[in-house]
């Protein structure tokens, strides 16, 4: 099925596996890849496949990026002028389950397995075809929107997203719309660090703006509903400068 990527961009489209069809909106990839020959011509293929891409030519700048623009999926080359995508794997993933797909010409067991054991979901090795890639783009793409649990438990803290009920030792809790799909997403991420600006995009759909407030109110809504306050190291902790998480308490 392929030509390789070498100066040529495959433009098949798949009728089968839009890749809009998540949550109705357009899939977003992150390439961290320094080689520009090669990131040009993968973004120019999956842009007419329907994903909107954002390229990093360098490895901190791909942390960067996506933390800042939270993607569905991330492409990542182990070359990279600066660090390497071993280490860009290392600090993605205490802040986020991002799918990663490790695209390197490395191909010997041992980066293969390093890089599954540092949290990447998928490897591929160059040169491959862009409709390969974009294959496998699909099908992480896939994974990570069914692999949402119906319910999540941190400790006494209960929720059941079908019903869109949660409770905290048994009793139910008294919350809106947004303050539950605040608490169900961080109780996703159980543990880790979420940005407001994640918060921003994911559970409001905004753009993120620095001075807007509208996260820390929520926040301070769902302590009180939750009998907490921000000092009294309950299920809600606020992480300096960077955002809060969830954790079991107990
Ligand atoms: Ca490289």
Known sequence: MSEPLEGQVSTLNDPLFPAKQ???????VVLIEDDAELSEA?????????????????????VKTVVESTPDVVVLD?????????????????????PVIVASARDD?????????????DYVTKPFSTAHLAARIRAVARRSQISTPEE???GELYIERDSHTASLSGRELD????????????AEREGQVVSK???????????FVDTDKTVDVHVSWLRKALGETADSNGYIRTV??????????R
């Open 78 to 98: 182990l070359g990279l002028p600066d660090i390497s995508g071993f280490d860009v794997l290392k600090m993605l993933r205490p802040v986020t389950t991002v």
């Open 240 to 249: 300096r400068g960077v955002g809060l998480k969830l954790v079991d308490p």
């Open 152 to 154: 999540l438990r941190v």
């Open 109 to 121: 067991d041992a980066d293969i397995i390093r890089a599954f054991d540092l949290g990447a979901d």
């Open 197 to 207: 600006k994640e918060l921003c995009t994911e559970v409001w759909d905004l753009p």
């Open 42 to 62: 993968l973004a120019r293929a999956l842009t007419k496949q329907g994903y909107t891409t954002t390229v990093a030519v360098n490895g901190l700048n791909g």
């Open 175 to 186: 919350l809106s719309p947004k303050l539950f799909q605040l608490l169900a997403h961080l």
């Open 22 to 28: 998540y949550a109705g909106r357009m899939t977003n």
